[in-house]
């Protein structure tokens, strides 16, 4: 019986104001926040939460990562049965190892890697029982993963081939180009299309739901956040814009209602 394909399961913020960055959030989203322990000499760690269940952190933006000229970002983590063995299975297949894999007491180990276009994400073994998954409108939850992509059909050919996804609809947007969907498990779970070209490099982004996107819009604007897209309605009757957060972090909202 083939094994499960995997997706990404936790969320994280590398910003340039940890404090700032947790007001801005608690109000657009409504996550709660809580410190996390990581143990001596392990940095600043702050866990968001929807009820008792954790979604994602923030922590600050590594100062190696910060001289290499990366940005404020949200990153996503790829779920691994064995960090090692998948780590090297993306650099065989063409992708770059940025960070080798390393343990985190209690969590897991992990390692930092990109696909071969440049898009950067993590990969996850964690040391704990897996949670139950959400359905993707679950109100502070992640509800779209989204690529930008340099090729989108040699993208979604690495991420099939590495972790089981499935090619599903693809939509027809004129100048656009296609918004190609893909499918983890029977389930849509995000899309990707090719980059603009005043984007400078191939990303992921991933959209929180919320209730309704005016509303959410307000709260982003008198957070001191940027709405960059949107909002405009999607397939399926929802809407969704894209934002930067006031460190410059890109995110995107996504809700069932205007």
């Known amino acids: 019986m083939p094994s499960a394909a995997k997706s990404f399961f936790w969320y994280e913020l590398m910003t340039t104001d940890m404090d700032a960055a947790e007001a801005f959030y608690t109000r657009v989203v409504g996550w709660g926040a809580e410190p996390f322990d990581g143990g001596p000499g392990m940095p600043r ?3 968001m939460k929807v009820g008792d269940r954790g979604v994602g952190g923030i922590m600050t933006l590594p100062e190696e990562a910060g001289k290499m000229g990366m940005p404020p970002a949200w990153v996503g983590y790829i779920h691994a049965d064995d960090t090692d063995a998948a780590t090297a299975s993306v650099k065989k297949a063409g992708g770059k190892v940025h960070r080798e894999p390393s343990d985190i007491p209690d969590v897991g180990r992990f390692s930092v890697v990109a696909d071969p276009q440049g898009a950067v994400f993590m990969l996850l073994q964690p040391s704990g029982p897996d949670q139950p998954p959400v359905a993707m409108g679950t109100p502070g939850h992640i509800g779209w993963r989204e690529l930008m992509a340099t090729d989108w059909q040699s993208a979604l050919d690495f991420y099939s081939g590495q972790f089981g996804w499935k090619k599903d609809d693809s939509i027809d947007m004129g100048e656009m180009g296609i918004y190609q969907l893909f499918s ?4 849509q779970n995000g899309g990707m299309m090719n980059r603009s ?11 929180f739901n919320v209730p309704a996107i005016d509303a959410a819009a307000k709260r982003v604007t008198d957070g ?3 709405i960059t897209f949107g909002p405009m309605e999607v397939p399926g009757g929802q809407w969704a814009m894209n934002c930067m957060d006031p460190q410059g972090a890109h995110f995107g909202l996504v809700a069932p209602v205007r």
């Open 45 to 47: 760690y702050t866990v």
């Open 184 to 187: 983890v498990n029977g389930e």
């Open 197 to 207: 070209p005043n984007m400078p490099a191939p990303a992921w982004q991933f959209y």
């Open 224 to 226: 001191g956040g940027t």
